[in-house]
């Protein structure tokens, strides 16, 4: 269930008014310039962000799984996207129209505090990516790509053509082939036609750099979290274990 409306009570999701929706491979939910029309909650499946250039290259900057909020910096007064959102894992989830999420945003309560926690998580994600595409090499990368993509999607198998893969994590495809190849030949993956399944996570997740487990840490504990040294008293307190299962049992 999406992290956001399970720790909501049932009140604030009314107002909400949320709208199931099925996302599909390769459904376009965000474009750069495009207006923001709608905030989506994340069940099942998994979403990138990327930067796109104006030669048509792209690289991934941020991941949307069952913690997201995707659309959030609308909540916050930008108008228009500046990056391309879509999703790489079908799923399922909740959408409600933008005006209605400002709303609930505006009142200060849980529903804000959540929200400015996850942009957090996000600028965690965002700069801890941005380093390891500097600092690591492509094997590591892939290993911390695909372990970030299964905790986020709670699938081990993904649909990731080499091109694709080579989006996510701004290297050529020859490159991502081979690291591909050795995590294979490894026994970590397998890997045919597109087709990735990884068989080993504990192995993968040695292989990955200490980048993983930070973007993990933060992304699954951003609700417990203020400054990032423990948890906050002030989203504690407003979230007891029995407004969460309301919330839950309201949709």
Sequence with gaps: MNVVLKALDAESIRRLALRKVNFELNHEIEFPGEPIEHLFFVEEGMASMTTTFKDGSQVEVGMFGYESIMGVSALMGTKRSLNRIYTQIAGRGYSCGIEIGRKEFDLGGLFQSLALAYVQAQLVQTAQSAGCNIKHDVEQRLARWLLICADR???????????????????????????????????????????????????????????????KDHLDNY????????????????????TAQTAGNSL
């Design 153 to 215: 999607a709670h699938n081990n198998t993904f649909i990731m053509p080499h091109e694709f893969l080579g989006d996510m994590l701004g290297c050529s495809r020859p490159s991502v082939s081979v690291a591909a190849k050795l995590l294979k030949d490894k026994g970590l993956i397998s890997y045919t036609r597109g087709v990735i399944t990884i068989l080993d996570t504990a192995r993968l997740e040695k292989t990955s750099c200490e980048c993983y487990l930070v973007i």
């Design 223 to 242: 609700t417990e979290f203020d400054s990032g040294v423990g948890p906050d008293p002030a989203i504690a307190a407003r979230n007891p274990r029995a």
